[in-house]
């Protein structure tokens, strides 16, 4: 789809181009200091090391998510001295990768609407505002709790309810959207055999 295909590239330019400076300031910064000062406690690394209370407010499920991304660019930046800029990339890279996730998630949850996921969420200007101006990470819990609403339509719901505490785990007011699925299960006649399985 070209229109897809545009939004791509658009957003692979801006994921270059542009650094948030939220990122900046509390992500970016904080993931280089985890690279090269490994520890289990980073938090507490940073602090000391930075004297920033504000660095990566989010907890180690957020951390590993990032890292593997982050981690690629910075040894592939490091022989040109652009490390920490590659970092950046990369970091940024994992919020593309996961909003195509959803993208793809959405696909398989809304068979045959091609052109209505694209155009109400892939070209979406909030989730392009929050995710490639701004910086926000709001688009890895929304991606995994839309895994995991694909598992319950699939009625795999003990794997579906794996992911609800993932989301969960990278971001704790997604706590808030737990009611939904167990009141959806409970009154589903068809379904309320799963409820046990998911909690």
């Known amino acids: 789809n070209l ?8 957003k692979v330019f801006f994921i270059i181009f542009l650094v948030p400076s939220i990122q900046e300031k509390w992500f970016i910064d904080f993931i280089n200091n985890l690279i090269n000062n490994p520890t289990l406690d980073p938090w507490s690394n940073y602090l000391l090391n930075s004297g920033n209370t504000l660095g990566f407010p989010y907890g180690p499920i957020m ?3 990032f890292l593997p991304f982050s981690l690629l660019f910075w040894i592939l930046g490091s022989p040109f001295g652009l490390q920490d800029y590659a970092l950046g990339i990369g970091f940024r890279f994992t919020l593309l990768f996961f909003d195509l996730i959803g993208y793809l998630v959405l696909s398989k949850l809304l068979v045959n609407k091609k052109k209505e996921i694209i155009f109400f969420y892939w070209l979406s200007p909030l989730i392009f505002y929050v995710t ?4 926000q990470l709001d688009i890895i ?9 694909l598992y319950i339509y699939k009625n795999k719901f003990q794997i579906s309810g794996y992911l ?3 989301a969960v785990a990278t971001k704790l007011s997604v706590a808030l959207i737990i009611p939904f699925p167990i009141i959806y299960l409970w009154q589903n006649k068809r379904l309320s055999s799963g409820l046990k399985k998911f909690i």
Request: aromatic share 22%; charged share 0%; glycine share 8%.
């Open 3 to 10: 229109i897809f295909l545009v939004l791509f590239l658009i």
């Open 63 to 65: 951390i590993l998510i």
């Open 132 to 135: 490639y101006l701004y910086g």
């Open 141 to 149: 819990p929304t991606t995994i709790l839309l895994i995991a609403y």
């Open 164 to 166: 609800f505490g993932l």
